[in-house]
């Protein structure tokens, strides 16, 4: 049941691998921050800052 405004299968096979590999990156940052964050609790609450945060904030 294809309509006409559905990409071809190969186009959709490739935005479905592209997402997958998207997801899965995400996946890791978000594992990172979180090994991270319970490292610095567990060391006496200091704040960790994350992925791509900058010391000063102004």
């Known amino acids: 049941m294809t309509g006409p405004d559905d990409p071809p299968k190969s186009a959709k096979n490739a935005q479905n691998a592209a997402r997958e590999a998207r997801l899965a990156a995400a996946l890791r940052e978000n594992l990172k921050r979180r090994k991270a964050q319970e490292r610095a609790?567990?060391?006496?609450?200091a704040r960790d800052k994350g992925a791509g945060e900058s010391e000063d904030n102004g």
Not at 41 to 45: A, D, H, I, M, R
Request: net charge positive.
């Open 41 to 45: 609790k567990s060391q006496g609450g």
